[in-house]
């Protein structure tokens, strides 16, 4: 008697989906500066447990420049705000807003939302440091126009010290990590009309964990504005100061990029149930077997989450599927699915997914796991059990069988 099923396993909307922090073109004043901050999440079977985002951002600023690898030894980030403008400067030692002067915001925390509109996440965004260049726009001032100690508030990261050009740079890291205001300065600066020819700011993204993100961009923007004493702005300069723009948007892109795959044996398709040991106990001596069963082995690759539902030819009431009598009349047997995925957890129990029965009346479960998963092996299990065996074999010489479609949906 052989006695079979016939599993079709199908796998929608599997996609190479990429998670990063990525950024797009907003839509605000038209008279704003834009910059872009960017990231992504990628993960590299040579680094499996990585699970930070990646900064893809262009430098720009004081860091692209002869201060690169400076700026790279201590994951130091500018971003130039595109503002320009001229700063009035006089000559008093009091770290006062007449100097080079530059105050700094608070943290934020931003929210970022995926391309679909269905999933949002917090990102935290601290600025961490500014830096300015100032430079003499009569070319008649000191050629060393900035104080060499060390500013107010402040630690002094970079600088343009004995360049002797007549003009200033300095980069200002807060001593706070980036939370609060506070404003940092020069002990003095020479008298004299300056040139504003950049302005950054340093930062640090606190990301989310990007396990927990599905695959896709995700976009988000904050605003900041810029100006002198009195103006109330995020960043203050001091006084004296005339900008062409005073508002600066800020627009992040997180991309997600999870990997999904699966890999099946030839000959998965079809699952032939047989009794654990094989049909000897039932053909010598009657003996009926307690189940008729058929593991399918599968490996998995993913690093983010992922939904399973099933969908059956003929389906019972109880959500599981049958299996039919194609040659005799009989009743339908009711055939058990189980999935065993090692290292993924239900994302909503946190439960190990072992064993897990699968049926058409369960929402589909969402796994997730903990790290780049690489080839894991895994299992689906079918089978018939008890009273239902025996009433099968009631019908010896007949075929049951029935599809049963199991669906990876790696876009849960």
Known sequence: MTIGTHADTIFQRLRWAVCALALLAGTGNAAAADIYISAEFKPSTLN??????????????????????????????????????TK?????ANYGRNGFYIGMPDARTVRVTSDDGVHTFDLGFNIIGAAMRLVDEDRDGPLEPASVGNPSNCNR???NASAQNRSTMRMFLRRDGGHGVVACALHWQATNNYLITELDFTYKLTTPEPLGMPSGVYHGVTTFTVGGTGEGT????????????????IHFELDVHHPFELELPPGSERAVLAPKGGWTQWSDHGIVPQSLERELPFTISSSGQFSVSLQCEYPLPDGRCAMRN????????????????PGFRVASTGADAVGLALTTTMAPPIFTTQSLAIRRPSQLYFAVNGDAVRNMLDHAGSRYRGDVTVIFDADP
Not at 55 to 84: E, M
Not at 88 to 92: F, M, P
Not at 334 to 339: A, I, K, M, S, T
């Open 48 to 85: 499996p447990d990585k699970r930070e985002f990646v900064n893809t951002t262009p430098w720009s600023g004081v860091c692209n420049s002869t201060h690169l690898q400076a700026c790279i030894n201590n994951n130091w980030w500018s971003i130039d705000t595109k503002i320009r403008g």
């Open 88 to 92: 009035q400067a006089i000559n008093q």
């Open 157 to 159: 990261g970079l600088s």
């Open 234 to 249: 995020d960043f203050d300069l001091g006084n004296g100061v005339a900008l062409d723009d005073r508002v600066v948007n």
């Open 326 to 341: 194609t040659t005799k009349q009989a009743d339908d047997a009711p055939l058990d699915v189980q999935l065993t995925l």
